[in-house]
Structures are given as structure tokens and as C-alpha cells.
T-cell receptor, first 116, second 115 residues
Framework: GAVVSQHPSWVICKSGTSVKIECRSL??????MFWYRQFPKQSLMLMAT?????????EQGVEKDKFLINHASLTLSTLTVTSAHPEDSSFYIC????????????FGPGTRLTVL | AQSVAQPEDQVNVAEGNPLTVKCTYS??????LFWYVQYPNRGLQFLLK??????LVKGSYGFEAEFNKSQTSFHLKKPSALVSDSALYFC?????????????FGAGTRLFVKA
């Protein structure tokens, strides 16, 4: 089946630094990827839709300059949390839309970000 | 606007008993409906989906769900629960008529299966 990987699986950083999270589709091309944020014991909140070769579409309330998304190739999307602060600590999950099956998306394993 | 409701924060079931995790939805067009399971510190695993066709959908690990258009529900069921089914379950919906790919997730229901 289709596999989506994320790197790193966890990261701890100091406040004020930037952190990049990678999302890769390993065995298929993904023109569309999604970035979600999940707080403890809560649901996934869609942050943005990442389209290959174009600007990401951000959901209302998500700061574009804070969460930079780059979808430079058909297999890679990156999320950069700029000038991270403790309130950015969360579980970040990406997913990639299936190029074949209608409505299906494949999820990465998630990245846990802790900002000290 | 589309939305998903999972009315139960937690469901407790004894092993071997049937389980039901409830989900209702709201979309303006036709729904694409999904169930996912999440284990601690892991991403989501796909269980099953309804796109079109038979209202009863069978998925992974013995789970099934029934699409009920009149009640706008898509409850997840399993005839005999296992301790290993204990996890967090998410219902999700996408409006097929919008042409976009935005999927909305419910708040999640934590399933505890007791041995």
C-alpha cells in the first residue's frame, strides 16, 4: 500500500529557533498533501493544503508566515515552524492525497514537536 | 459547511462484546465518509470508507460501518471487540460536491476494551 513518511519523528528545540518537518510519499506521486496539527487528546486540525508547484492554501487562523509550507516536488512537502515558541508544541501530521482512489488520503506517522 | 460529530468521548466495551462508535455528519452535497484509528504517538490508520454503493461498508480488522443517509450517520461497528482494538477512533467527512479535498475530522472517540 501507499506509504507516507515523516522526518523527524520527534524534535525538541529551543524557543526562537526554526524547525523543518518533511513529509514524503514513498511509492506514489502526491500532487496534494495536507498538514494537520493535533493537540493532546484532541482531533486533527487542518492547517493547510499543499499543492505541488504552487502556494499552499492555509486554513483560517493559521499564520502563513509562522508555518511555511513548500511542496517543491511530487513526493516531498515541508513544513517549517519559524521562530518556534512553547505554544507551537504539538503533534504534526501530514497526509497525501491518493492519485488513484477517490477521496482517500494516506497519513504519515506524525512528528512530535516540543519547544522549550 | 461540513461538520462531523462524535457524541461520545469514550466507549467502554468488554472483550467479545459488540462495539459501536457513533458518528453523524453534515455536508451540503454528497458525503465521502471515513473512519480512522490512531494509536498513541502514531499517525492515523485507515479503517474504511463510504464513497458510493452499498450502505454497509466492511473494512480492516473486522470493522464495518453503515451509511444512513436519512439519519446522516456513519456508525462504526464490530461484532466482537478485542483488547487490541483499544485506541482513538476518528470519523471524517469530505463533501464530494465541493470539488476540493478538504476532509473534516470529528473530535475522536476513545475506545477501551476490557479483558
Amino acid at each position: 500500500g501507499a506509504v507516507v513518511s515523516q522526518h523527524p519523528s520527534w524534535v525538541i528545540c529551543k524557543s526562537g529557533t526554526s524547525v523543518k518537518i518533511e513529509c514524503r510519499s514513498l511509492d506514489f506521486q502526491a500532487t496534494t498533501m495536507f498538514w494537520y496539527r493535533q493537540f493532546p487528546k484532541q482531533s486533527l486540525m487542518l492547517m493547510a493544503t499543499s499543492n505541488e508547484g504552487s502556494k499552499a492554501t492555509y486554513e483560517q487562523g493559521v499564520e502563513k508566515d509562522k508555518f511555511l509550507i513548500n511542496h517543491a516536488s511530487l513526493t516531498l512537502s515541508t513544513l517549517t515552524v519559524t521562530s518556534a515558541h512553547p505554544e507551537d508544541s504539538s503533534f504534526y501530521i501530514c497526509s497525501a492525497r491518493s492519485p488513484i482512489v477517490i477521496g482517500e488520503q494516506f497519513f504519515g506517522p506524525g512528528t512530535r514537536l516540543t519547544v522549550l | 459547511a461540513q461538520s462531523v460529530a462524535q457524541p461520545e468521548d469514550q466507549v467502554n466495551v468488554a472483550e467479545g462484546n459488540p462495539l459501536t462508535v457513533k458518528c453523524t455528519y453534515s455536508v451540503s452535497g454528497n458525503p465521502y465518509l471515513f473512519w480512522y484509528v490512531q494509536y498513541p504517538n502514531r499517525g492515523l490508520q485507515f479503517l474504511l470508507k463510504y464513497i458510493t454503493g452499498d450502505n454497509l461498508v466492511k473494512g480492516s480488522y473486522g470493522f464495518e460501518a453503515e451509511f444512513n443517509k436519512s439519519q446522516t450517520s456513519f456508525h462504526l461497528k464490530k461484532p466482537s471487540a478485542l483488547v487490541s482494538d483499544s485506541a482513538l477512533y476518528f470519523c471524517a467527512v469530505r463533501d464530494a460536491g465541493t470539488g476540493g479535498f478538504k476532509t473534516i475530522f470529528g473530535a475522536g472517540t476513545r475506545l477501551f476494551v476490557k479483558a
